[in-house]
């Protein structure tokens, strides 16, 4: 069907299916985002539970290297906080790209509805209406 469709038709699906993908991206990026901003939550409120005493580790890489609660907490609030402003904006992303997609198509429906023209895109019209006593009485 696409073969028969006019190049700007042709050329706002190819636009919807790029948005479309678009979509997918942006929504696995913000499900990874947030799976990661819950485990810096969890992480931050299981650090209340801890002596500030005891000892700390960070990974870096593969290593596990010591350090300071203080320090601890601090990277998990700012990593925490940086995620939020990342599940945020990909929200926001995620918004503008549906809006985009419902636009196009809009168009594209509009488009594809001209193509009709008066086959049906209105209340059925012949040349000069019906003819005069069709179905009437007195017709013959």
């Known amino acids: 069907m696409q073969g028969n469709l006019p190049p700007e038709a042709q050329e706002k699906i190819e636009e919807l299916q790029d948005l479309q993908e ?3 991206e942006v ?5 990874q985002a947030e799976t990661e901003l819950t485990e810096a939550q969890n992480a931050l409120d299981a650090l209340d539970d801890v002596d500030s005493g005891a000892a700390m580790y960070k990974r870096i890489g593969e290593l596990l290297v010591e350090t300071e609660y203080d320090d601890a907490e601090e990277t998990l609030e700012e990593k925490v906080e940086d995620l939020e402003v990342r599940v945020e904006t990909l929200d926001k992303q995620e918004e503008r790209v549906q809006e985009q997609f419902e636009e196009l198509q809009g168009d594209l429906e509009e488009l594809l509805g001209g193509m009709g023209g008066g086959m049906g895109g209105g209340p059925p019209q012949g040349p000069g209406g019906a003819p005069p006593g069709a179905g009437g009485p007195g017709g013959d």
């Open 27 to 31: 929504a696995t990026q913000k499900q």
């Open 22 to 24: 678009t979509a997918q």
